[in-house]
């Protein structure tokens, strides 16, 4: 299982792809894909560069991030590591 995630281009936030193509911010309303909705999620996304920048799949367990970039999507998932000034609201 895997979710879609990139970058949102016109603020740098992390995004999602959720349910009926919208884009979240939250990873868990992500839509969780398998293997055979994977590849056309990403092919959905990379021909959206307008809003997805640099869409990629990442290996999860139900929402969690799981695989070796287990730590890295944890940490995108939270949002930025220092200051506040662009920190979610909720998660």
Avoid: C, Q, W
């Amino acid at each position: 299982m895997s979710i879609l995630t990139a970058n949102r281009l016109d603020d740098g936030r992390v995004i999602y792809l959720g349910e009926d193509d919208r884009v979240v911010e939250a990873i868990g309303e992500a839509r969780v894909l398998d293997d055979s909705s994977a590849e056309a999620a990403l092919a959905y996304a990379a021909a959206r560069p307008g809003i997805f920048v640099n869409p990629y799949l990442v290996e999860t367990d139900g929402h969690r991030p799981s695989g070796r970039d287990r730590l890295k999507e944890t940490i995108r998932s939270a949002g930025p590591t220092v200051g506040n000034s662009l920190r979610r609201e909720t998660l």
